[in-house]
């Protein structure tokens, strides 16, 4: 018999975190639940939370080849109905690119878009018919952004990516979206804003990880590409479908 499992990467905090929470609570008939992250102590921690369904600690670094390599092993071991998975691994960094490190800039591209698209060929064979694949992108994604450059373009790609997935998986009725939040109140911000101060609009618009999460599986139960939480952010899209990049990058320097 094979374990019908949900893998979520970024599960020792923040959005990853509620994912494995919310799925624990909502999805009936997991056997398992996968959890990727660097820090074990944490993961550790969430496993004694979870009750009723098991939970397996896979602790890795996908910045690390050896990562990879060992996600496949385990996969090819175990042969699991995978009915679920949650990219939500990533970080940013605020800054000009110019004046920043050359380890945050690419450090971003591989862990927000090379990791993420890794984990998902990896796992994919696994995916059975009527699964979801939820690709934690960002509202920084719906347009340039001068200040978080490089962390806005690896988001642009994950919805991109996201909505070609969605229309080529189609056929075997997977369900792809792509999570675009705006600023969600987690341990993101310790990192993003170390070099500078955190633009002041985006504490008026700060979200709770719960809700944002809660909203996803519901967007994505209505088969959703693309979900937005809250009014802002749903302004702050519409905005920028019509407006050309280079004028929002303006705006967005001010
Ligand atoms: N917070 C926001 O305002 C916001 C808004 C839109 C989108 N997002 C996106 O949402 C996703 C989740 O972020 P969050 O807000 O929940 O932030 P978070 O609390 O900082 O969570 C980030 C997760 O990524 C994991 N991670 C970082 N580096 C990793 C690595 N090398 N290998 C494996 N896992 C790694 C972290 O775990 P370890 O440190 O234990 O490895 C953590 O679990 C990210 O993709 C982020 O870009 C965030």
Known sequence: MRNNIALVTGASSGMGKEFVREIAKKYKGLDEIWV???????????KKEIIGTRVRILPLDLMEEKSFERLKKALEKEQPDVRILVNASGYGISGSFEFGTQEDA???VRLNCEALTRVTYLVLPYLRRG???YQIASSAGFAPQPGFAVYAATKAYVKSFSIALRQELAWREIKVIAVCPGPVKTEFFDRAYEQEEMKFYKRF???N??????KAIRDARRNKAVSVYGVTMKITRMICKLLPGKWI?????K
Do not use: N, T, Y
């Open 36 to 46: 990727v992250a660097r820090r074990k102590d944490r993961l550790r921690e969430l």
């Open 106 to 108: 690419s450090g971003m």
């Open 131 to 133: 699964s979801f694949i």
């Open 205 to 207: 618009v700060m979200a």
């Open 209 to 214: 990880p719960k809700k944002v999460v809660r």
């Open 249 to 253: 990058a303006k705006i967005m320097d």
